[in-house]
């Protein structure tokens, strides 16, 4: 029985298992620099700069920010009495990505090849969206901004496992290249 036990073992560790024990600092380096960028990005009215070009910039930015959200002024923050490009929903998506991209530059989280966790941090907000779209209650920026960011926690954490796996097996196709 222990051999049985140790054959599988090895065959299990030298076969099965994807070499995905480290962590790939420049793969996570790279997405929390552009989460972090298109973050900051949707504070650009807020920081009220006046300068030649900041009009274009607010423009493009509302354009490119646009395409991604409704941008409802009833469902966006305001500070300083300045709006934010995005709405409260999609401000905590992108919240919830940035806070699990800077999580995940010191520990190796990986979901365990199981749907779940998506599923479960995700089904808030939908339940939210359901809800105010049938009237149940009325629209919260905080509900919609605290379900967005335990859903973009969790898609974030999905879409690095999905680059980061990719990434290992074309190395490993190149190593067994060689």
């Known amino acids: 029985m ?3 036990i140790n054959i ?3 065959t299990h560790l030298s076969t099965e ?3 995905q024990y480290k962590i790939n600092y420049p793969v996570r380096f790279l997405f929390f620099a552009i989460i972090l960028l298109w973050t900051t990005g ?3 009215p807020v920081l009220n700069l006046n300068f030649n070009g900041a009009a274009l910039i607010n423009y493009i930015l509302k354009f490119n920010y646009g395409l991604v959200c409704n941008q409802s002024q009833e469902a966006t923050f305001t500070i300083n009495s ?3 490009l995005v709405c409260a929903r999609c401000t905590g998506l992108y919240t919830g990505a940035l806070a699990m991209s800077v999580l995940l530059l010191f520990y190796n989280i990986k979901p365990k090849q199981s749907l779940l966790p998506l599923i479960l941090f995700s089904l808030p907000l939908l339940f ?3 809800s105010v779209r049938a009237g149940l209650y009325e629209y919260s920026k905080t509900v919609a901004l605290f379900t967005g960011v335990l859903c973009g926690s969790v898609i974030y954490l999905y879409i690095l496992e999905t680059v980061e796996n990719s990434y ?3 190395n ?3 190593d067994d290249v060689k």
């Open 2 to 4: 222990i051999n049985v």
């Open 8 to 10: 599988y073992s090895n």
């Open 17 to 19: 298992t994807p070499i």
């Open 42 to 44: 949707f504070f650009f």
């Open 82 to 84: 300045s709006y934010l």
């Open 128 to 130: 939210d969206v359901i």
């Open 168 to 170: 290992y097996s074309l």
């Open 172 to 174: 490993r196709k190149a």
